[in-house]
């Protein structure tokens, strides 16, 4: 991903300060399901054992037939009793949210993973007032035990990947409205980086809670050339491994059909689908053109596969709307922590399921990531990175 050179822009010359290749291992292809804003709730598996301790309350028991001796499953923390308040495991900083200066960061086990959950009740309000007892998690249809939860507005490191092609032209300003809309309605402590890109992504701001810079980026227009989307999301991903913040999000707007990438649909979904990778949210603002088929499936595709939106506006003022939308999303997630009974070190990709249930709700929807890929190893490209970073002041 090259960085622009802001002195040349409104010109066709740029200033060649470094290049990154962004390459991705081809992963599972998934059948996107139709738009992710009628996220179907997720039923419980239905080979559970309903006697594991790791289930919730809530959860139907079978009929006991037998007084059995107390024992600690074996899945409890050290440390820990059953039944004992998870977000802080006596001894250690397991599951705690910590602030320095203007950084927050979850502190957690290596071995541990964190998913962002949002929850909808059946007229896709958002439900912000659940407890940890109203949620079960599954990783490969096995329970898992929560060590740590929470629903917070904490800071966020955000990416914000815009299509530059030449279709843009046209709805770049409403765009650009719809930006400076999401930053302002965002914590005011989230850093946002800028990708602007056609034929290759260009960083055109990096991180920054600065909104006239983030504005000057984003009204960089150049629309010209094709539509590299999936290399635009595998490098502006890869980047956004060196944000300060723990929770990321990527939010990407194109009009039309990847038709210059060198990644795939597949390696762009791969990329971003570790435990740690972001939640994408999309917004396609496409023709109703059969054509534009393709385009609608690849951008469900990498948002329902991380626990985010699609969104397909009627018009240009939609969009506006969607953004404060998409912020008040972020704004309102779950924090939900869990150490898997299969160890990380045993890698492989891994199935997940959130659940939840509450006594005042009816047909709780919960969206979150689908799975990630375990042990996974850093990439080096992420430092590589770092030397191309733009000189912005802070």
Sequence with gaps: MRLRNKKLFGTVFFMLLGATSFWGTQGPTTTPQQNQQRVQATPLPTDIDPSDPALPA???????????????????????????????????????????????????????????????????????????TNFAVYE??????????RRQDIPVSI????????????????????????VQSSNARDEVF???????????????????LLKEAVDRVDSRGGTALYDAVVASADHLKSGKL????????????????????????????????????????LSEEGKQRRAKRALESLSV????????????????EISRDVARDIRNQYAITYKPTNPRSNGGYRTVKVVAHSSGYKDLQVRTRSGY??????????????????????
């Design 246 to 285: 723990e929770k990321k999000v990527l939010l990407v707007v194109t009009d039309g059909e990847d038709n210059e990438s060198r990644d795939s649909l597949e390696q762009a979904i791969r990329a971003v689908q570790n435990d740690n990778g972001p939640t994408i949210y999309t917004i396609g603002i």
């Design 305 to 320: 596969q991380t626990g985010g939106v699609a969104f397909f506006p009627k018009n240009l003022q939609e969009v506006d």
């Design 159 to 182: 990416g914000i990947v815009v299509d530059n092609s030449g279709s843009m032209r046209t709805k770049r300003n409403a765009v650009a409205k719809a930006v400076v809309n999401l």
């Design 373 to 394: 890929f375990a042990n996974e190893p850093a990439k080096t490209a992420a430092n590589d990175s770092s030397s191309n970073k733009q000189e912005t002041s802070k």
């Design 58 to 132: 809530w959860v139907p028991k079978p009929a006991a037939t037998a007084a059995k001796p107390t024992a600690t499953p074996a899945n409890v923390p050290p440390g820990q009793q059953p039944g004992q308040q998870t977000g802080q495991i006596p001894g250690s900083e397991v599951g705690a949210v910590t602030k320095n200066g203007d950084r927050y960061t979850f502190r957690s086990q290596v071995n541990e993973v964190t998913l962002s959950a949002v929850v909808l009740d059946s007229r896709r309000h958002l439900v912000t007032n659940l407890a940890e």
């Design 140 to 149: 490969d249809n096995q329970p898992q035990k929560i060590t740590f939860f």
């Design 194 to 212: 800028i990708v602007n890109f056609n034929d290759e992504p260009f960083l055109d701001q990096d991180f920054t809670n600065k909104v006239d």
